[in-house]
């Protein structure tokens, strides 16, 4: 957008709530040169439009309009997903999660202590993530700080917006020799390297020179592993690092936390183990000052109904993630029960327990899981689930991350991290939806064929689809995106 006002009109859907979107075949939006919508308005007849920028100050500028077929939508928001384990992708299925970590992800972690593979691993995985849509990611690197300082730097290079951290995981009685921290010591000490070097990057859009985000585009997050990786020491001292980057940096974002909860049965088990003062997994995290309203909990399938009060009294979020629950089988997180209980929820890729980049494919299993909960308890039929399912891949992830004052929905003052979809025939699936795509008559029919288009990109397109995406009002990545 190059340090100027872009302009677009036509179809536009956004999420309100678990329950409601909006679709909007006659939108116009108006994104200014720090990429924040400086203009919206819902419904502009396509005979009033010339007139309604005129009244703005918009008359002299280029309207990207947008074809019958085509449509805006918030950019998705991957709330948990590690890097490192992208070489990984399709393999293990035959494991559970404790079997899978000793016997796939481990070995392979290990190979990022070599910086060279790091680097060529990465820049595949932000291109990849951001060509199918993902425009926030929650990123967990390696162990390792050069490999993961590498990893902020391309995303930062890339103009994604993202959480990245390193893991920690000094426990040795669980974890392999040949793939654990030192000491609890050095753990925290590394960390802090990591957010120092993180909050030295200049943002993308000063390189780009389109002017000054109003925040970070690439943040650091704390990252203890789980509670089976990490000692008590490490723990602690992650507590009291956030707390003192919180109090001393006041002008800086508050530090994010993510880590996993109960994702496997076993793991439980193990885990109530080693900390046998708690009464559950979730008070492991909240008996060290880790569970709180910045905290990301990935997986969440085996929570006590305790447990979900407790993540409600600290505002947690949870990432769900059922492409990875399946394929280690894992269980099914109860997310309407959650939603319900009031807890902020969004749904993520975890690479590579889940075998796909594709946020599409993550929103296809959480509806397919939704649907197989609601059919053995015998609910009525669960029509609100398209809708909800669009919420979690976007505002829902936002609100999880504590961004939803910024990004996951259109309005204005929000930034326009976005994507320009395509649902016509030169698309994706080739004859899937064709000249059903496109639709004559009245605003109401419009906005029906919008919601059809929608959910029929949801469930049967791909990256093919996706024109183009924006960050902060960057094109950073789709079909018609060329690298600079």
Request: net charge negative.
């Amino acid at each position: 957008m190059s340090g100027t006002v872009t302009i677009f009109y036509g179809a536009v859907a956004t999420p309100v709530c678990p329950r409601t979107w909006k679709a909007l075949p006659r939108c116009l939006i108006v994104v200014g040169r720090y990429g924040n919508i400086n203009f919206m308005r819902e419904h502009v007849e396509d005979r009033k439009l010339d007139e309604v920028l005129r009244e703005r100050g918009y008359a002299d500028h280029h309207v990207k309009g947008l074809q019958d077929g085509e449509f805006i939508i918030p950019g998705f928001v991957d709330t948990h997903t590690h890097a490192p384990q992208y070489p990984n992708l399709g393999k293990g299925g035959q494991y559970t999660l404790l079997q899978w970590l000793e016997n796939v992800i481990f070995p392979k972690e290990a190979e990022f202590a070599n910086t060279k593979f790091a680097k060529e691993v990465y820049h595949e995985v932000v291109r990849r993530s951001l060509a199918f849509g993902t425009t926030t990611s929650c990123y967990y690197g390696s162990f390792h700080l050069a490999a993961t300082t590498i990893l902020a730097d391309i995303v930062n290079h890339h103009g994604q917006r993202a959480f990245i951290g390193k893991c920690n995981m000094d426990r040795k009685e669980t974890l392999p020799d040949y793939y654990v921290e030192d000491s609890a010591e050095q753990s925290i000490k590394e960390t802090e390297c990591l957010i120092n070097h993180i909050r030295s990057l200049a943002p993308r859009s000063q390189d780009a020179a389109v002017g000054t985000a109003p925040e970070p585009l690439v943040q650091p997050i704390l990252s203890p592993r789980f509670a089976l990786a990490c000692t008590r020491e490490c723990l602690s001292g992650l507590r009291d690092l956030a707390h003192r980057y919180n109090h001393e940096h006041p002008d800086e974002p508050r530090i994010r936390i993510q880590t996993h909860i109960a994702e496997n049965r076993k793991e439980v088990k193990e885990v109530l183990k080693y900390y046998p003062e708690a009464e559950s997994y979730t008070q492991v995290y909240d008996n060290y000052g880790l569970l709180r309203d910045t905290t990301i909990l990935g997986h969440s399938v085996h929570l006590s109904p305790g447990e979900v009060l407790l993540i409600k009294k600290r505002d947690a979020g949870i990432s769900h993630c059922p492409t990875s629950n399946f394929y280690l089988s894992s269980g099914i997180a109860p997310v309407g029960e959650y939603l319900d209980a009031g807890v902020k929820v969004g749904l993520g890729t975890d690479v590579s327990g889940g075998y796909a980049v594709s946020m599409l494919n993550v929103i296809q299993n959480a509806s397919i899981a939704s649907k197989i909960l609601a059919v053995e308890a015998g609910l009525p039929d669960p029509e609100e689930i398209p809708c909800q399912d669009f919420y979690l891949a976007t505002l829902g992830g936002a609100r999880v991350c504590n961004l939803s004052e910024k990004i996951g929905s259109f309005s204005e003052g929000k930034s326009f991290d976005a994507l320009v979809v395509s649902v016509l025939d030169d698309t994706g699936a080739t004859g899937v939806w064709g000249m059903e795509a496109k639709s004559d008559g009245d605003y109401k029919k419009k906005r029906e064929k919008l919601e059809e288009n929608l959910e029929r990109f949801m469930f049967c397109g791909d990256d093919r689809n996706i024109l183009k995406v924006y960050v902060q009002g960057c094109l950073v990545g789709g079909r018609s995106f060329v690298p600079q």
